[in-house]
């Protein structure tokens, strides 16, 4: 959804500082930059709207777009690094997010390279990690399957820090 909230059609043009730093250049497909003060702001005005038009809806995306490349600015690297996961810039962002509708569910996606969760934070109470199924094995039992052990991990790790998770599965 972060391409509904901060659209880069929109914004990129006149802020590159919204978006992903990949290699030291800002890049308009990408992701946000979540430590920019500016797209919270924004974040919240739109989803203010949305909100306006839709009062009676109780889940909200805040979930990164369909790619690897999250920001690695200084400041979304620091904490990345000292989350272990790229969800030390993600989480934190929500959860900001959330603590501005305290009456919704803000929901964000574990998927692909932000799966892992982080050290050291917690979703916020009325934060929903939807962890994402992607690369599973079809074939084969979770629970048995080699290949979906660091799924397995991951999911194991989410449950210990959060009790509101949603999975997002694949059908085949």
């Not at 949305?50 to 995306?61: A, D, K, R, V």
């Amino acid at each position: 959804t972060f391409n509904r909230l901060v659209p880069s059609e929109t914004y990129f043009e006149k802020h590159p500082e919204y978006f992903s730093m990949i290699n030291g250049k800002r890049i308009h497909y990408g992701q946000l930059c979540l430590t920019n003060p500016d797209v919270f702001t924004l974040t919240v005005q739109q989803l203010r709207k949305e909100m306006s038009e839709h009062p009676s809806i109780q889940l909200w995306s805040v979930s990164q777009n369909d790619n690897f490349d999250n920001c690695r600015c200084d400041a979304c690297k620091k904490l990345d690094d000292a989350a272990g996961s790229p969800m030390g810039s993600l989480l934190p962002f929500v959860n900001k997010v959330a603590a501005e509708f305290p009456d919704k569910i803000i929901t964000t996606l574990a998927y692909e390279y932000s799966r892992k969760p982080p050290v050291n934070i917690v979703p916020a109470k009325n934060v929903m990690i939807t962890l994402c199924t992607i690369e599973l094995n079809r074939s084969e039992p979770i629970a048995t399957d080699p290949t979906s052990a660091s799924f397995r991990a991951d999911m194991e790790g989410w449950s210990k820090i959060c009790s509101n998770i949603m999975i997002w599965d694949y059908e085949v």
